[in-house]
């Protein structure tokens, strides 16, 4: 059987700013699951945990809080913020708005980039780990996204997979079932291939879409 490694167990890196590289190993933790939603963080803990002081820590969670990932919980520090049928209905159709957004600013399709896509589909296709799959899918989409070659979209598109995270995590370990999805995939880079950027935004746009009625109909019926 394999061991899953947490994250929380690899070092630090020090090739950039401590608050900075806090703030992306505390997001790793949430966006890997290992804080599910309505888990408290609290800055002694994550500060014992990551071998770090507390000051980068409380910068880290004042800013997750801003981000709308955390929540203050009053002598509890910090909660991952609960699953909301409501912010996922309002979430899911900006993602996919942005995203299309990307593909129809695009100039061109990258031969290398259409060849990292295929890799990556092939891989997620075949691959049953919830967190896993999860990685497979937003590194799919980050390749997407980096066509229009636009960084603060790129950006703005990255926080929000962020913040959707604990509901793209849960909703994989309890529906399993993925074809769908991986058909879709399918779609966006058959056009792609054949240069059709228009058609591939219009698919990424009803992916997401499709997507987030799914997990609205799974909050409300769970």
């Given amino acids: 059987m394999t061991t899953r490694t947490s994250s929380a167990d690899q070092p630090i890196p020090r090739g950039q700013p401590l608050r900075e590289a806090v703030y992306e190993r505390i997001v790793t933790l949430i966006c890997s699951g290992e804080y599910a939603p309505g888990a408290a963080l609290t800055e002694a803990g994550l500060s014992s945990t990551l071998q770090v002081s507390r000051t980068p820590v409380r910068e880290a969670l004042l800013r997750l809080e801003a981000d709308g990932i955390l929540q203050s919980a009053l ?102 079932s993925r074809h769908e999805a991986d058909t879709q995939h399918a779609g966006i880079l058959e056009a792609l291939g054949r240069g059709d950027r228009r058609k591939a935004a219009e698919l990424v746009e009803a992916h997401w879409q499709q997507g987030g009625r799914a997990v609205v109909r799974w909050l409300t019926h769970s």
């Fill in 75 to 176: 002598a509890r520090g910090f909660t991952v913020r609960p699953l909301d049928v409501t912010e996922a209905g309002e979430l899911y159709p900006i993602l996919s708005s942005l995203e299309a957004l990307a593909l129809r600013s695009a100039t061109g399709v990258d031969e290398a980039v259409l060849d990292q896509l295929r890799r990556t589909m092939a891989e997620l296709a075949a691959c049953v780990d919830a967190v896993r799959r999860w990685q497979l899918d937003s590194q799919w989409h980050d390749l997407l996204v980096s066509l229009g070659g636009n960084s603060k979209l790129s950006a703005m598109v990255k926080r929000l997979r962020m913040n959707l995270s604990r509901y793209e995590l849960t909703y994989m370990r309890e529906v399993t």
